[in-house]
Nanobody
Framework: VQLQACGGGLVQAGGSLRLSCAAS????????MGWYRRAPGKQRELVAA???????NFADSVKGRFSIFRDNVKKMVYLQMNSLKPEDTAVYYC?????????WGQGTLVTVSS
C-alpha cells in the first residue's frame, strides 16, 4: 500500500490549508485513514482519523478547527485545517490501516507563521 500526500505549505496564522492523501495498491478502502503530525522537538501525535464507517477522532488541540473526510471509492482522505496557529507547524503524515497493518505517507510540511 502506498500513500501519497500533498497540500502542505506556508500559511499565516488564521489561514487555512487542505491536505490530501491517496491510497494505492489496495483493492479495499482502508479501515482507518487519518493524519498524524510531528512538530519540531515533539513526538508524533494523532491529529484526526476516520474509520471506513465514518467515525472520527480528533486531537483536542484541533477540535473545532480541523475536519477530516474521506472518499472511500477513491481511497482518499482529506484534512481541512482552518484557523491555523503557529503551534500547528509540523510535518503531517498520512496514515492508513489496511488488514491491521499501518502504512505511512512521506510527510508534508505545514508551516504557520505568526
Amino acid at each position: 500500500v502506498q500513500l501519497q500526500a500533498c497540500g502542505g505549505g506556508l500559511v499565516q496564522a488564521g489561514g487555512s490549508l487542505r491536505l490530501s492523501c491517496a491510497a494505492s495498491g489496495t483493492f479495499f478502502s482502508p479501515n482507518v485513514m487519518g493524519w498524524y503530525r510531528r512538530a519540531p522537538g515533539k513526538q508524533r501525535e494523532l491529529v484526526a482519523a476516520e474509520t471506513i464507517g465514518g467515525s472520527t477522532n480528533f486531537a483536542d488541540s484541533v477540535k473545532g478547527r480541523f475536519s477530516i473526510f474521506r472518499d472511500n471509492v477513491k481511497k482518499m482522505v482529506y484534512l481541512q485545517m482552518n484557523s491555523l496557529k503557529p503551534e500547528d507547524t509540523a510535518v503531517y503524515y498520512c496514515n492508513a490501516e489496511v488488514g491491521r497493518i499501518d502504512y505511512w505517507g512521506q510527510g508534508t510540511l505545514v508551516t504557520v507563521s505568526s
